[in-house]
């Protein structure tokens, strides 16, 4: 178990790093920051020269990779971090040094314990492209078709889960100081961040959620997932099929190769939509370095590591909740936030209406270009803390990826308006999904699994409540403490006394230090 002051000091560290590039700033002169994070920020610019311009990407990319990673989830929470970080995390770049190939071979070969040549005819030694985790290759297998080699980093599991610890323990003592901090919910923030990175950290996760993903988007035309070649593929390797086509930020060469760029970017958004409300399942990485366009227009996607998902009730209330503000009605979209228990009881569903229309009107009828998204997440962070909204980290992920499918979208048609693309799918999905014959199939359907799990439930009454007889049902036992027991209790109690003293002199001390600072 890491001791506090090894977290203590690792957060001295890289508190040190963000106050060089003025990324402190914000945290010390925000009035909702708890007194004692301000004198720990103090502390860690004591000494320090500021730039006037605090550039947060800059600072979390020389800390390491896991700061990175943890970057990019703040970029989604402007609530947490304040809308000017949000905006700078939003450019914080995923790469790093490349690895040198010989480490990389050497990689490869230990996780399939065989040498590369019996896998590949071929790799390139010069990477495609080197991010925080992981690095991909281009490579030839022995049966001749072309694939991209997705690689892990040399001892990166090690350093994220060395890291992780400390936010973990880092977010705890900060929601435990209550007020604002413990609305925003940290502790559930790093939880998510965890489960995403170390989903991203075993590479069969992510290539399961692309060979899930492509059986669900099948169906959708122009929309395709590159095929695994599960045969050399493991935790810390991925082979995928190789994707030749043009980078979907390159507008210039989607136009010159003919592409119809409103239609491209309709069906972009379509497709997100299909994912998230439809399948509940969408790719949430959707930037623009992982998307391409295909010859024959079709968007093909690539990197699955980070994935989404909702659950039938949220993706109901979601589309319920977009209908509602494309269409004006938001008397339901507040009526589904306290059906959702994402509003307290104790609020009014009129003022909340009222509040939601406030940001809700300004959009409406807009293309993107007119709007400004940063009045819009003002307006609704406001609401949020008006009232008394925790954070749903659930949602956190499909918020990060509906900017992202946006700015791409504007990118490609800066005259598109997404209420308006949005509109008549979600109304078809509502309509399906919550119509009334779609009410009387999910009731027989529930009926009949009920009636179904009848006989077994009887079994495992009788597995429980087994007929009397035989030897005599014996007497119930009292609890004895055992000697070991109690002499372990009692190094416990006066360890917590120890503990307790030395939390009080070390509080003592640190007061009077930062004092001093002050």
């Not at 492509?214 to 593929?233: G, H, K, L, S, V």
Request: glycine share 8%.
């Amino acid at each position: 178990m890491t001791r506090p002051s090894t977290h203590i000091l690792r957060l001295l560290g890289w508190g040190r790093t963000l106050a060089k590039h003025g990324a402190l700033r914000g945290i010390e002169g925000d009035p909702n920051t708890p007194a004692p994070v301000r004198r720990l920020v103090r502390l860690a610019r004591f000494g320090t020269r500021q730039p006037r311009v605090p550039d947060y990407a800059t600072a979390f990319q020389q800390i390491g990779p896991a700061a990175i990673k943890l970057g990019q989830t703040l970029a989604t929470r402007p609530d947490l971090v304040g809308e000017e970080a949000a905006r700078n995390l939003l450019t914080l770049q995923d790469n790093l040094p490349p690895v040198p190939f010989e480490a990389i071979r050497a990689q490869i070969e230990a996780s399939f314990e065989a040498p590369l040549e019996a896998l590949f005819t071929h790799v390139d030694p010069d990477p495609v492209g080197a991010a925080s985790i992981a690095q991909v290759h281009q490579g030839v297998t022995t049966d001749g078709r072309k694939v991209a080699i997705k690689v892990l980093r040399p001892g990166i599991r090690e350093k994220f889960a060395r890291d992780i610890v400390t936010y973990e323990w880092a977010a705890a003592h900060l929601e435990a100081m209550g007020g604002e901090a413990q609305r925003l919910r940290p502790r559930l923030t790093i939880a998510n961040f965890k489960r995403w990175t170390n989903r991203e950290l075993d590479l069969r996760r992510e290539a399961a959620s692309a060979s899930e993903l492509a059986e669900f988007m099948r169906a959708i035309p122009q929309y395709r997932i590159p095929a695994i070649d599960w045969d050399r593929t493991n935790g810390r390797v991925m082979t995928i099929e190789w994707v030749d086509g043009i980078k979907i930020s390159n507008v210039e060469a989607l136009r010159a190769a003919g592409h119809d760029l409103p239609d491209l970017a309709r069906r972009l958004v379509l497709a997100f939509l299909n994912q998230a409300i439809s399948a509940g399942f969408f790719h949430a990485d959707m930037h623009q370095g992982n998307l391409f366009v295909a010859d024959d227009g079709t968007i093909v996607a690539i990197d699955f590591g980070i994935m989404g998902r909702i659950d039938r009730r949220a993706r109901q209330w979601l589309a319920e909740i977009l209908y509602g503000l494309t269409t004006g009605n938001y008397r339901r979209v507040a009526e589904i936030h306290f059906e959702a228990q994402y509003v307290p009881s104790y609020h009014s569903v009129d003022e909340f209406a009222t509040a939601l229309r406030a940001v809700g009107e300004p959009m409406r009828g807009k293309p993107v270009s007119e709007l400004s998204v940063g009045q819009m997440l003002d307006g609704l962070f406001a609401i949020t803390r008006d009232f008394d909204m925790q954070t749903q980290p659930h949602l956190l992920l499909l918020q990060k990826t509906m900017v992202m499918v946006e700015g791409i979208a504007t990118q490609l048609d800066p005259q598109i308006n997404m209420w308006d693309v949005s509109a008549p799918f979600v109304h078809s999905w509502i309509r399906d999904e919550l119509g009334p014959e779609a009410a009387i199939a999910d009731r027989i359907k529930q009926d009949t699994e009920t009636l179904l799990r009848v006989p077994a439930l009887i079994r495992r009454l009788e597995e429980m409540y087994p007929p009397k007889g035989g030897a005599p049902e014996p007497p119930p036992l009292p609890d004895v403490e055992l000697v070991w027991q109690r002499r372990s209790s009692r190094r416990s109690r006066w360890a917590g006394y120890l503990a307790a003293a030395l939390a009080g002199g070390l509080a003592a001390w640190g007061a009077g230090t930062l004092g001093w600072l002050q």
